[in-house]
C-alpha cells in the first residue's frame, strides 16, 4: 500500500531562522511528488512538482528536493506569510490517484 | 484567471437531508476530483472523473454520490448526511497523469456541517 509521512506535525520558527520540512514515502512506482500549500479554510494551492532522485525545484524562500525515499521542502529565512500547512503527495503512477500525506502546521512568529 | 469554483463556501444541513454541493471549472481540465478532509487529516479521495468515466473509490460510503454533466460541472451528492460526515469538501482538476506537470488545482472547498 502506498503511504505517505511527514514530520514534524508541527513547527513554529522565529522569522528568518531556517528549516526543513521532510516528506517520507513508500510507493509501488513513483510518477511525480507534489509539494502543496493550505491556508486554514482553504483549498491546498499546488508549490511544486519532482519526478527524479535528485531533482530540486526553487520559488522565493522555498526549494524541495527528491530522493528515492524521501523529500524535504526547505525553507530559507522564513517570513510570517509563510505560515500555513504544507502537504506533500505522491502519484504512483498509471493512473488518476494522489496520496497525501497529512501535511507539516508550519508557523512563523515575527 | 483560470480556475476551480466551489459553492457554497458552507453548508449546514440537517442529520439525514440531502444536500449537494457544486464544483465549477474554467480549466477544461478532463479529469475532476472529489475529496473529504477532516480537521488535521490528509484529504481524503472519495472518487473522480476521467471525462465522463466515474471511478469510485473502494472505501467511499454508497451515501456519497457524483454526477457530471459536462466539462466543466461536477457535484457531490451526500443522500443522507450523518454527524461523521461533517467535514470539508475539496473539489480539484487536473489534465491526465500521462501528461507531464498534471498536478491538482483545488478549489476553496466548502465547509459542510451537519445538526
Known amino acids: 500500500e502506498d503511504q505517505v509521512t511527514q514530520s514534524p506535525e508541527a513547527l513554529r520558527l522565529q522569522e528568518g531562522e531556517s528549516s526543513s520540512l521532510n516528506c517520507s514515502y513508500t510507493v509501488s512506482g513513483l510518477r511525480g511528488l507534489f509539494w502543496y500549500r493550505q491556508d486554514p479554510g482553504k483549498g491546498p494551492e499546488f508549490l511544486f512538482t519532482?519526478?527524479?532522485a535528485g531533482e530540486e525545484k526553487e520559488k522565493e524562500r522555498l526549494k524541495a528536493t527528491l530522493t528515492k525515499k524521501e523529500s524535504f521542502l526547505h525553507i530559507t529565512a522564513p517570513k510570517p506569510e509563510d505560515s500555513a500547512t504544507y502537504l506533500c503527495?505522491?502519484?504512483?503512477?498509471?493512473?488518476?490517484?494522489?496520496?497525501f500525506g497529512t501535511g507539516t502546521k508550519l508557523q512563523v512568529i515575527p | 484567471d483560470a480556475m476551480v469554483i466551489q459553492n457554497p463556501r458552507y453548508q449546514v444541513t440537517q442529520f439525514g437531508k440531502p444536500v449537494t454541493l457544486s464544483c465549477s471549472q474554467t480549466l477544461n481540465h478532463n479529469v475532476m476530483y472529489w475529496y473529504q478532509q477532516k480537521s488535521s487529516q490528509a484529504p481524503k479521495l472519495l472518487f473522480h472523473?476521467?471525462?465522463?468515466?466515474?471511478?469510485n473509490e473502494a472505501d467511499t460510503p454508497d451515501n456519497f454520490q457524483s454526477r457530471r454533466p459536462n466539462t466543466s460541472f461536477c457535484f457531490l451528492d451526500i443522500r443522507s448526511p450523518g454527524l461523521g460526515d461533517a467535514a470539508m469538501y475539496l473539489c480539484?482538476?487536473?489534465?491526465?497523469?500521462?501528461?507531464?506537470?498534471?498536478?491538482?488545482?483545488f478549489g476553496n472547498g466548502t465547509r459542510l456541517t451537519v445538526t
Open positions: 519532482l519526478y527524479s
Open positions: 480539484a482538476t487536473s489534465k491526465p497523469s500521462g501528461l507531464a506537470n498534471s498536478p491538482l488545482h
Open positions: 472523473y476521467y471525462d465522463k468515466d466515474f471511478n
Open positions: 503527495a505522491v502519484n504512483p503512477g498509471g493512473y488518476q490517484k494522489v496520496t
